[in-house]
């Protein structure tokens, strides 16, 4: 059982340059969310989704866009990349009516420079 | 917006001591959670509070809902080098969005 897949593990990118970020999950989970985590603040939300072609913002989606074409897929996509994008990208996903509990991926570290 | 402020924000501790952290919100939730990071790894989830009061264990853990639902501690007793990692606190419940508001992490660190 897999779980939440992210890809890649690692990425360098420059100033300007665009990239998503892939994640998928087996779990036939409803929701799926996008947290970043910077040192010392914790898990800000991005973007989340309560289904497939429903999507909505988080606390800081500003320079983020993302899709929700099917249940499985969730991808993250960065347009025109800044050093402030600098950060480990987690996405999680759960099952409404459910315990709370999100599964999460094991994170995406991106460096803009 | 929502916000929960988690303290401390690290710990240096010797094996074998207790730990105890906790979370405050101006907010009240629905749902507490206790997650934890290995480095390198996303969060993994501890234990779920779901009543006002309520007190669960999961082993060596044990987490409190507070009364007011805006605080819960987690206290970990006789901890082990393999504690070592970012312990995070949720909230969630007060949407049917499934979102959770995250604490800024308890960075853990322990001693053999």
């Known amino acids: 059982n897999a779980g939440v897949t992210q890809t890649p593990k690692f990425r360098i990118l420059k100033i300007g340059q665009s990239m998503t970020l892939q994640c998928a999950q087996d779990m036939n989970h409803n929701y799926m969310y996008w947290y970043r985590q910077d040192p010392g603040m914790g898990l800000k939300l991005i973007y989340y989704?309560?289904?497939?072609?429903?999507?909505d913002k988080g606390e800081v989606p500003n320079g983020y866009n993302v899709s929700r074409s099917t249940t499985e897929d969730f991808p993250l996509r960065l347009e025109l990349a800044a050093p402030s994008q600098t950060s480990v990208y987690f996405c999680?996903?759960?099952?409404?009516?459910?315990?709370?509990?999100?599964?999460f991926g094991s994170g995406t570290r991106l460096t803009v420079v | 917006g929502q916000q929960l402020n988690q303290s401390p924000q690290s710990m240096f501790i010797q094996e074998g001591e207790d730990v105890s952290m906790n979370c405050t919100s101006s907010s009240i939730f629905n749902t507490w959670l206790w997650y934890k990071q290995d480095p390198g790894e996303g969060p993994v989830l501890l234990i779920a509070l779901y009543k006002a009061g309520e007190l669960t264990s999961n082993g060596r853990l044990t987490a409190q809902f507070g009364i007011t639902r805006k605080d819960s501690f987690l206290n970990i007793s006789a901890s082990i080098p393999s504690d070592v990692g970012i312990y995070f606190c949720a909230g969630g419940g007060s949407s049917n969005t499934g979102k959770l508001i995250f604490g800024q992490g308890t960075t853990l660190q322990v001693k053999p």
């Open positions: 989704s309560v289904g497939a072609g429903i999507t």
């Open positions: 999680a996903s759960s099952n409404p009516g459910g315990d709370y509990g999100y599964t």
